[in-house]
């Protein structure tokens, strides 16, 4: 496998065979129309980002340099957000550091903790990356393919459970 087109080629090639093949089996087993549908765009769109993956270990690749502007901005959300959607896992983290003998509430110490823990992980984060991983290395292995197949396959299993819920 070569350079990103390749890559991109691939996933396309792949994409239109996953999608084929999940109709063809939840068809099969009597699945609805809807369902059918979901799936297949799901097991497309895995099936072309997941051509892209492996290359997240290159510094110079497409999906590494995009993969890296994207988890700075998640991690800007998630430093902003956390406080409002977890008061409860905020306040726990500043629980923790007031043990320490940091005396401010704990919502303020926990928020503190976020937020150094955030720019640390945007400052270091990607030489930390690309320290602990080679080319070709992990993300070309089968246990990576393995545990990316894991993670579509509970993530099409809940996407399905909160489409077709009835409650």
Not at 127 to 154: C, E, M
């Amino acid at each position: 496998m070569g350079d990103f087109d390749e890559h991109f080629a691939a996933g396309r090639k792949y994409a239109v065979f996953v999608i084929v093949v999940s109709g063809a089996v939840m068809f099969y087993l009597g699945y609805s129309t809807d369902a059918i549908v979901l799936t297949g765009v799901l097991a497309g769109v895995y099936g072309l980002f997941g051509s892209l993956l492996p290359d997240i270990d290159h510094q110079d690749s497409k999906p590494r340099q995009i993969a890296g502007k994207y988890v700075t901005g998640v991690i800007i959300a998630a430093i902003i957000a956390l406080p409002v959607l977890a008061p409860d896992f905020i306040d726990g983290l500043g629980r923790l550091v007031a043990v320490a003998g940091l005396s401010a509430p704990h919502d303020v110490l926990g928020s503190g903790v976020v937020m150094v823990a955030g720019a640390a992980a945007i400052v270091f984060g990607g030489g930390a990356f690309d320290n602990s991983t080679t080319h070709r290395g992990f993300t070309h292995s089968a246990a990576f393919a393995f545990l990316t197949g894991v993670v579509a396959y509970g993530t099409r299993k809940r996407l399905l459970r909160a489409a077709f819920s009835t409650t």
